[in-house]
């Protein structure tokens, strides 16, 4: 099994393209995750999924849309990229449950000029 | 503003030395749970402790909850040059389920 997996792994973009990533998990988890990691901050959410065609707004979901059409794609947009969403972006997934732990893509370096 | 709050910041000891490292939380939590990172890579889950528990072990790892101080604590015995990594808490709350928080985390360098 790959666990988790975030395409791209990095990418450069201009201020005001748009882009999306991608994240794939084959455990079939219904929980779903993106978060975004800024130095010396840890890690924000941005929205989650509990579950296929639902979504939800997390800390920071300012600047970012999310869809989940499929259970195991979690895809995060960017409409108008802005060099304050410059960051490391982390999928994560977990299966139904209050106790359970969450699995970690290794993340897409994004950089906006 | 982050739930969990990690200390120190930064940790420095050398193999064979334990390494010690608190979290502290602001409102009831259903569990909370550690993560490691080493550099460039994604978070790996350690250990997930409930609330009504106040103690687990694994390996080399022995987690600690004190929810009337709203505190944790991440013990690593016997440290080797692989434990290098960042360190993070997180808890998960009951009013909010979906929404981990995480805090920023302890840098922790082992040196042989």
């Known amino acids: 099994n790959a666990g988790v997996t975030q395409t791209p792994k990095f990418r450069v973009l201009k201020t005001g393209q748009s882009m999306t990533l991608l994240c794939a998990q084959d455990?079939?988890?219904?929980?779903m995750y993106w978060y975004r990691q800024d130095p010396g901050m840890g890690l924000r959410l941005i929205h989650y999924?509990?579950?296929?065609?639902?979504?939800a707004k997390g800390e920071v979901p300012d600047g970012y849309n999310v869809s989940r059409l499929k259970k195991q794609n979690f895809l995060l947009g960017l409409e108008s990229a802005a060099p304050s969403q410059t960051s490391v972006y982390f999928c994560?997934?977990?299966?139904?449950?209050?106790?359970?732990?969450?699995?970690f893509g290794d993340g897409t370096r994004l950089s906006i000029l | 503003s982050q739930q969990g709050e990690e200390d120190p910041q930064a940790l420095s000891i050398q193999e064979g030395e334990n390494a010690t490292m608190n979290c502290s939380y602001k409102t009831s939590i259903n569990n909370l749970q550690w993560y490691r990172q080493n550099s460039g890579r994604g978070l790996v889950h350690l250990i997930l402790?409930?609330?009504?528990?106040r103690e687990k072990h694994s390996g080399r790892l022995r987690v600690t909850l004190d929810t009337s101080k709203k505190s944790s604590s991440l013990l690593i015995t016997a440290s080797r040059a692989a434990d290098t990594a960042s360190y993070f808490c997180a808890t998960a709350q009951y009013d909010s389920w979906g929404k981990f928080q995480f805090g920023a985390g302890t840098q922790v360098v082992v040196t042989p």
């Open positions: 994560a997934s977990h299966r139904l449950g209050m106790n359970q732990p969450q699995h």
């Open positions: 455990m079939n988890h219904e929980y």
């Open positions: 999924s509990v579950g296929e065609g639902t979504t």
């Open positions: 402790i409930r609330s009504n528990e």
